[in-house]
């Protein structure tokens, strides 16, 4: 079972206080008397009391130890600043280069777009002219892979068109209308009748009928 961390507050009993104070003070001069005799170090401690009593511990001279930290944060700090301030000089120099390749790609997409021309020798010519023509060739190759993908959504449309017309001619069962208009005129052509005589009209019925209407009985 894991227990939560108890959370650490001030005590508010005024004589728990001062008890815990005694006893984690001389815990914790003890502490640094072992770690300066164990290790070797040089250990300074200084502990206020709540009501400002000085208690200190060094394993050597207090005030050299103190003297050596205002060395230490001083050099710390000019190390720092140092690191600042080559960190923005290192920035100024990358902003200034990211500004020269700017100004270098506008120079170029200017001559690109024909503008700017007249101080360019032959060789750079050539070269922004082989830009364009890659250029061309890249939009051409695009332009006709989009033609392709169009074509081929419009068949699989065409497709299910010619599909769905099908299922509606099967629904609906509509007869197929006879048109003997071209066809008697080609016969009328055939057999050297003149085209009037040829019946030009679309007629449905039986067969009885039409014959009835084309020779009719005195």
Known sequence: ???????????????????????????????????SVLCDAEVSLIVFSPRGKLYEFAS???????????????????????IDEN?????????????????????SKRKLLGEGLGSCNLEELQKIEQQLEKSVSSVRARKNQ???????????????????NAKLSEKCAVPALAVVKDKGEKRALEEGSPV??????????PPESRIKRFHPTN
Do not use: P, W
Request: cysteine-free; glycine content about 2%; proline content about 0%.
């Open 146 to 164: 989009v033609y392709k993908e169009q074509i081929e959504q419009l068949k699989q449309k065409e497709k299910l068109l010619v599909a769905e």
């Open 87 to 107: 960190s923005q000089q290192q920035l100024k120099i990358e902003a200034a280069n990211l500004m020269k390749k700017i100004e270098l790609l506008e120079v």
């Open 1 to 35: 079972m894991v227990r939560g961390k108890t959370q650490m507050r001030r005590i508010e009993n005024a004589t728990s206080r001062q008890v815990t104070f005694s006893k984690r003070r001389n815990g914790l001069l003890k502490k640094a008397f072992e770690l």
């Open 60 to 82: 050597s001279s207090m005030q050299d130890t103190i003297e050596r930290y205002r060395r230490h944060v001083k050099e710390h700090q000019t190390h720092k600043k140092v």
């Open 196 to 205: 009037s005589d040829v019946e030009t009209e679309l007629f449905i019925g």
